[in-house]
């Protein structure tokens, strides 16, 4: 199935995937065999009801897991549930953060937004005190899109087939999450989406046991932003007791926004508004849309930026805020801060090579990535010849690139490969974590090559739905394919329970890394010349 195949239907059949009703986590009516039998589990804040799948999987959906953010809780720390009487229904998915479409293929529209969105999903095999592995996920999105309870995520196949628990978790997104802006003073952390998957851990802790779960063997994961979170948490000390295991899937580097972008965002959000400066704290009261249209102006700007620090440090992400973060978790990690957590830790080896997704999100990047300007952005920052010789050694690792696949390649790794093995270095003298890279190369419609995302239906075992095969690989699962699936699966739920993985230990002299792809090996310090080409520059 090639891209001119599917081209007319490929934009419908990408949301037809990845919405919740394609992989039987409808948003709309609840089937009969999900009604009866309906299991029950009881919570600190009261009793929900769920569904049995026809797996015999139990689902629960929508469970609040703290208070709604709207109203006097805007732009403040999350707030305990209030406890309720009786059942609770977690028949449906709970609404998700309010958010725009970035790529304007209307996604996340066909959800149900709004402020009262700090809630997750749970699949466990049995409800009983056996005391399973947790698997935590946080998705990614940018920090301004996505939601736990897209279909991509259903942790059915991993509940059955590898006996664990898996929670998938909402956290408040992009101007309501991520404000550039504290609004309630400068004790009050602006880092409201960590904080938020603070909360959801915590949940787990006081909550999981019911639901079969093991609260001492809790691996928190993420993708992408997700994995900036789960990144981040190893140098929150709040943080510690909540997991005991970490896996961040495409972590980007791991800075902050500092005070001069922090100023220059909030100047932007209240002129998109038609708001002087004196005017912030109306923000609290102003409707959610006003408050996203607003985002969308500023966020758009900081995507067509060409400066590579600004490509590091976009609008409505973390925010140095003196509170969550007094430093750059990067800069933590590098005066050996990151906490001793066993750690697998990764990234896919094309993630910004250009996509038909990509460019569709970002119409710039074919041009920011183009040599001389490229060059010459990055130039201004490490130095025009130490600049040259990067691309130099590129080059010659690989030959037959284009000149914006070479750009791809380097940003991949200045973004997402050098920091990921930042944090696996930290962690190599107490032999505590585990290097992985995703190389297998999809060729769907809407992804290619091994970009960003390409591994997600690979460790949710989502390969199985053809739609999700269509969109992700071209063409239905073969046996390798999905034996490739069925491998990292095994990886995340053995690290989940036992906090091991089953090649050696990361380390600075033999850097082991188990690359995943249709022959999956083992190599010392894959592409080490170009990794070497970064030291001193990338933390």
Not at 94 to 101: L, R, S, T, V
Not at 134 to 142: A, I, N, Y
Not at 394 to 416: H, N
Request: hydrophobic content about 40%; aromatic content about 8%.
């Amino acid at each position: 199935m090639n891209e001119t195949e599917v081209g007319p239907l490929s934009r419908r059949n990408f949301l037809a995937t990845m919405s919740a009703g394609a992989l039987a986590v409808s948003s709309g009516t609840v089937a009969p065999w999900q009604r009866d039998p309906a299991p029950t589990a009881t919570t600190d804040a009261g009793v929900v009801r769920g569904t049995l799948s026809p797996a015999g999987v139990a689902v629960f959906r929508g469970v609040p897991y703290a208070a709604s953010t709207e109203g006097r809780n805007r732009f403040r720390p999350p707030a305990p549930v209030t406890p309720w009487t009786g059942v609770r229904d977690a028949l449906e998915p709970g609404a998700i953060a309010p958010q725009n479409d970035d790529d304007r293929m209307g996604l996340f529209a066909r959800y149900r937004q709004g402020e009262d969105c700090l809630n997750l999903n749970v699949w466990t095999p049995a409800l009983d005190g056996a005391k399973r592995p947790v698997v935590v996920f946080m998705h990614g999105g940018g920090f301004t899109t996505g939601a736990g309870s897209l279909g991509l995520y259903d942790g059915t196949i991993l509940a059955k087939a590898h006996d664990v628990v898996v929670v998938t978790i909402n956290y408040r997104l992009g101007i309501l999450g991520f404000p550039p802006f504290q609004l309630h003073g400068s004790d009050v952390s602006s880092n409201l989406g960590v904080l938020d998957a603070m909360a959801a851990l915590e949940w787990v802790q006081r909550n999981i046991a019911a639901f079969g779960g093991d609260p001492a063997r809790v691996l928190q994961c993420g993708q992408s932003a997700g994995a900036m979170i789960s990144a981040a948490l190893g140098v929150i000390p709040d943080a510690a007791p909540l997991y005991q295991r970490a896996a961040p899937f495409s972590m980007q580097a791991l800075v902050t926004l500092d005070r001069e972008r922090q100023a220059r965002f909030t100047h932007e959000v209240l002129a998109a508004l038609g708001l002087g400066p004196k005017a912030l704290p109306t923000l609290a009261s102003l409707p959610v849309a006003d408050l996203l249209r607003a985002q969308d102006v500023v966020r758009a700007q900081g995507i067509a930026a060409i400066d590579p620090e600004d490509q590091m440090r976009w609008p409505f992400s973390f925010n140095h805020d003196g509170v969550t973060f007094r430093d750059d978790p990067a800069t933590s990690i590098a005066k050996g801060r990151y906490r001793n957590v066993p750690t697998l830790i990764g990234a896919t080896t094309e993630e910004l090579l250009l996509s038909p997704a990509q460019e569709r999100a970002n119409p710039t990047a074919r041009a920011r990535l183009a040599q001389d300007g490229y060059l010459a952005a990055l130039g201004t920052h490490i130095g025009a010849e130490r600049a040259a010789s990067i691309w130099s050694t590129y080059r010659a690792a690989y030959p037959d690139a284009s000149e914006l696949e070479v750009a791809g390649l380097m940003e991949t790794d200045r973004l997402y490969r050098i920091p990921a093995l930042r944090i696996a270095e930290s962690l190599a003298p107490r032999h505590r974590s585990w290097s992985y890279a995703m190389a297998y190369r999809g060729t769907g419609p809407v992804f290619k090559g091994a970009h960003h995302a390409i591994d997600l239906p690979f460790w949710f075992g989502a390969l199985r739905y053809p739609q999700v095969a269509a969109i992700f690989l071209g063409h239905e699962a073969t046996p390798e394919e999905t034996a490739l699936s069925g491998a990292m699966q095994r990886t995340l739920v053995d690290f989940a329970r036992d906090g091991r993985a089953d090649w050696a230990p990361y380390d600075a002299i033999r850097r082991t890394t188990k690359r995943f792809d249709l022959a999956i090996t083992v190599e010392s310090d894959p592409q080490g010349a170009t990794r070497k080409s970064w030291e001193g520059l990338v933390r």
